[in-house]
Every structure is written in structure tokens, then in C-alpha cells.
């Protein structure tokens, strides 16, 4: 293949990586994109079915805990990319280092990594928007801006967010998901995009003034104020709780303020926090429940608060390896 095609060829594939990560979750308009650019050149084409054949011969090898590696991986990629690497190194770091990272990672999507803004297993990221907007990201999120003249949207990718609202009279800001649509209709809120018994939720909790938040389908909505909750999924919204918002959001001061929560539930949290693994028993550990305030940067110290508290016992085998088993 003469140099000037090998190198139409290395970009072709460089895109069709992007887009293979792209499409894992697509925003309005994307799938359109990528058909126009698939049917641009006979090389998109071509670069479309290597990358596409490479990805799902690793796609069913992810396993939980790995997520944090594969993240790291992309993100010295991109910084040295940006330094001194050409397509072709990039290409070659994309196609040999996803496989591995995600091997290690268990990412459900690396679509994340090209997200405007994203963060690691136990990693927290504040941001400022343009607009003096801001962001608070949680443990593994990951948002894409979209400010224009008429309108603020921030597409919440996957993960958690608080965000504090610049007033702006003439353009909303919206926080959307494919489950549902949070209008700002007043200073600061909370956002989770979670799943639940094979449903994926959008769930908004208002920390002050109020918030309208709509089912994308039939554009159902409802009005919560202070200390509200709610959740809409692509099939319907959910009723309206009252809940201790700052509490909810205590994840922001890097802790874990829980009220007789189920002991497996506050280990799902912390270790949804933590770049290692932990592992427990949820049949030998039900019925344990848990009240009181844990750090979330700090997993020993979490954990043997707990032991201290409950008959559990902490077994640590090799660094970044836990596991929580019931007392006899």
C-alpha cells in the first residue's frame, strides 16, 4: 500500500476507533454522523470492519473492578498523543492497549474516555463551566457540554453529579440522559444515571429551590423541590420521595453519610469508590444493616469502622484485594 494510503487508511482507523466508543451510547444525531462518514470513503468502510471485528473478540472479557486501568491507559495515551505521536502510533496504542485495559478494567463503556469531562474509579473533579455553572463529578462519570446561544446542556454520560446553577434567564440548563431530561429551574441538584434490576435510571434529588424533571418518551414531568427525589426510566417516572438531599450528596465532602442502609448496599458504594477489589458475600451478610458517616477515600479506614460496629470480618490477601465474610 504506497505511503500516502497507508496513511488515509491509519486516520480511517483512528476514526473508527472514536466512533466504536462513540456509538456505545450516542447523543442526538450521532448515529446520522457516523453513517455519513462510513459511507464517505470505501477505507471507512474498511477501517469500520477491522476495528469493529477487533472489538468484539475482547467485548465479553470485561469483569467488575477493572475500570480505573483502562482509563489511565487513554488518558496518558491522549496526553502523549498530543505531545509527539503521529496517527499511526495512535492507531497501533488504540488497537493493542484497549483490548488489555479492558481485560483489567471491566468497563461497561469506554465511550466515557471521549467525553468532554470524565473521571476514574475513586477520582472526584470539580468543574467550571463557561458560564460560571458548577460541576461537582462523582466516581466514574463522565458529561459532554453542549452551551449554545439559545440553550446550556450538559449530556450525562454515565456516573453522578452535583451541579450549582448560574442564573441565566434566557437559556436553561438542561442535564439529559436517554431516560430523562433535569431542567434547572433553580440553584443546586444532584444527577444519577444508575441501573436497577436490569433498568437504567436517571434520578435527580433538588438540594435547593426546584428542578423539572421529565420522562424523554411522553415528556411526563414533575416538579421537585428541596430535599425531593425521583427517578425516570426510558419506560416510565417514578413517584416522588423525601429524602435528606445533603446527605445524599455528602459523596461531594468525600464521605458516606448513611441511615440504617443494608450493609451490602454502603460495601456497593465504597467499593464503587475504590480502584481495587472488594468483595463480600450479599446471601451471608444480609440482614446487617448501618447508620453513621464513612470516608470514601479511605477504604481501611471505612472498613474497619465497620468492623468495629457489626460482626463482620475484613481478610486482606494482597494489596488492593478485600474481602468482607459474617463472623461464625
Not at 69 to 88: K, Q, V
Not at 237 to 252: F, R
Request: glycine letters at 6%; a negative charge.
Amino acid at each position: 500500500m504506497p505511503d500516502a494510503d497507508a496513511e488515509r487508511y491509519e486516520h480511517a482507523l483512528q476514526a473508527a476507533a472514536e466512533w466504536r466508543i462513540r456509538l456505545e451510547e450516542p447523543l442526538p444525531g450521532d448515529s446520522d454522523a457516523f453513517e455519513h462518514w462510513l459511507s464517505a470513503h470505501s477505507e471507512h468502510q474498511q477501517a469500520w470492519q477491522a476495528m469493529d471485528a477487533t472489538w468484539q473478540s475482547f467485548s465479553c472479557a470485561a469483569r467488575p473492578g477493572s475500570r480505573a486501568a483502562l482509563e489511565r491507559t487513554f488518558r496518558d495515551e491522549r496526553r502523549l498523543s498530543r505531545c509527539w505521536l503521529g496517527a499511526s502510533a495512535l492507531t497501533l496504542m488504540l488497537l493493542t492497549l484497549l483490548p488489555l485495559g479492558w481485560l483489567v478494567s471491566g468497563l461497561d463503556s469506554p465511550m466515557h474516555l471521549l467525553a468532554d469531562h470524565y473521571t476514574v474509579l475513586g477520582e472526584r473533579k470539580h468543574v467550571v463551566l463557561p458560564d460560571g455553572s458548577e460541576l461537582v463529578l462523582n466516581t466514574g462519570t463522565a458529561v459532554d457540554i453542549d452551551y449554545r446561544d439559545d440553550r446550556r446542556v450538559i449530556y450525562l454520560r454515565g456516573g453522578e453529579l452535583q451541579i450549582t446553577v448560574a442564573p441565566d434567564s434566557e437559556r436553561p440548563l438542561d442535564v439529559v440522559t436517554p431516560e430523562g431530561r433535569a431542567r434547572a429551574l433553580g440553584t443546586q441538584f444532584t444527577a444519577q444515571r444508575l441501573e436497577n434490576t436490569g433498568q437504567t435510571f436517571l434520578s435527580v434529588t433538588v438540594q435547593e429551590s426546584r428542578v423539572e424533571l421529565c420522562q424523554r418518551v411522553v415528556e411526563e414531568c414533575v416538579r421537585l423541590e428541596r430535599n425531593q427525589r425521583a427517578r425516570s426510566s426510558q419506560l416510565e417516572l417514578g413517584p416522588v420521595e423525601s429524602v435528606d438531599a445533603d446527605a445524599q450528596a455528602s459523596w461531594v465532602r468525600g464521605q458516606l453519610e448513611v441511615d440504617d442502609l443494608p450493609l451490602t448496599q454502603v460495601l456497593h458504594t465504597l467499593n464503587r469508590h475504590q480502584r481495587g477489589l472488594l468483595s463480600y458475600d450479599e446471601a451471608a451478610l444480609a440482614g446487617l444493616r448501618v447508620s453513621g458517616t464513612l470516608p470514601l477515600d479511605d477504604l481501611d479506614r471505612a472498613l474497619n469502622a465497620l468492623a468495629s460496629s457489626q460482626p463482620i470480618q475484613v481478610s486482606r490477601y494482597m494489596p488492593f484485594v478485600v474481602r468482607v465474610t459474617r463472623q461464625p
